[in-house]
């Protein structure tokens, strides 16, 4: 009577080749200035290295995917808004004398930032739906390549805040020509000191993040 014996076969990684894996691809290394630029802008850092470590791991990559989403989903309910706001500004008149924004100024600039925030929700919808159906394996076949490929998928994440923050910026900008061209001295008061504000603010938020784009910069890896 024949025996017949069952082997098993056990496939042990080898840890050479894990590390290999999680090691930045030379590809990704060489990137130009408009493209550590992007990236500190899209992921907070102007280098691939620890957004390619996040990509090792399912839990890991859940977590950048829920926060890249999160971002995602801010820039459409502030995109909505703004297309909510300017929506009215650039369908109706002014309810008083003193503050007219139906001027052709103002009412381009309204009529510039509905557009771009409409774009930044088309760009932001798309964007979040490439995330929420893609995974790890497939971001890192995309990345691997470098070049166009990289500069592709940085932009899918930056182009809706970049329209978003033009759209607003819009219609500051035509608030601000509004309220200096007013016949009042307390609305142009008022508009003066907002600006004023708005100038500091802007500045703060440049120079914290030149700050941090320095110190990322010249940390060692």
């Given at each position: 009577?024949?025996?017949?014996?069952?082997?098993?076969?056990?496939?042990?990684?080898?840890?050479?080749?894990?590390?290999?894996?999680?090691?930045?691809?030379?590809?990704?290394?060489?990137?130009?200035?408009?493209?550590?630029?992007?990236?500190?802008?899209?992921?907070?850092?102007?280098?691939?290295?620890?957004?390619?470590?996040?990509?090792?791991?399912?839990?890991?990559?859940?977590?950048?995917?829920?926060?890249?989403?999160?971002?995602?989903?801010?820039?459409?309910?502030?995109?909505?808004?703004?297309?909510?706001?300017?929506g009215?500004?650039?369908?109706?008149?002014?309810?008083?004398?003193?503050?007219?924004?139906t001027?052709?100024?103002?009412?381009?600039?309204?009529?510039?930032?509905?557009?771009?925030?409409?774009?930044?929700?088309?760009?932001?919808?798309?964007?979040?739906?490439?995330?929420?159906?893609?995974?790890?394996?497939?971001?890192?076949?995309?990345?691997?390549?470098?070049?166009?490929f990289?500069?592709?998928?940085?932009?899918?994440?930056?182009?809706?805040m970049?329209?978003?923050?033009?759209?607003?910026?819009?219609?500051?900008?035509a608030?601000?020509?509004?309220?200096?061209?007013?016949?009042?001295?307390?609305?142009r008061?008022?508009?003066?000191?907002?600006?004023v504000?708005?100038?500091?603010?802007?500045g703060?938020?440049?120079?914290?993040?030149?700050?941090?784009?320095?110190?990322?910069?010249?940390?060692?890896?």
């Open positions: 009577m024949a025996s017949f014996y069952s082997t098993e076969l056990y496939v042990t990684a080898d840890p050479r080749t894990l590390a290999e894996e999680q090691l930045l691809p030379e590809a990704l290394r060489r990137m130009s200035l408009l493209t550590r630029v992007l990236c500190f802008l899209a992921l907070g850092r102007p280098d691939l290295e620890d957004h390619w470590k996040s990509l090792q791991s399912e839990q890991a990559f859940e977590t950048v995917r829920s926060r890249l989403c999160s971002i995602l989903d801010s820039t459409i309910t502030t995109a909505g808004v703004l297309i909510a706001v300017s009215v500004f650039v369908t109706t008149g002014s309810p008083v004398r003193y503050f007219d924004y001027s052709p100024a103002p009412h381009c600039l309204f009529f510039i930032s509905l557009m771009l925030a409409m774009i930044a929700m088309l760009t932001s919808g798309s964007s979040m739906i490439r995330w929420l159906h893609s995974d790890r394996h497939w971001t890192q076949e995309q990345l691997k390549p470098g070049g166009y990289v500069l592709s998928y940085l932009l899918s994440i930056v182009t809706p970049f329209f978003v923050a033009w759209s607003l910026h819009c219609f500051i900008f608030m601000v020509i509004a309220g200096f061209c007013s016949q009042s001295t307390i609305c008061v008022v508009t003066a000191i907002l600006l504000l708005y100038v500091v603010n802007i703060t938020m440049l120079i914290q993040s030149m700050w941090k784009y320095a110190t990322a910069s010249s940390s060692p890896d």
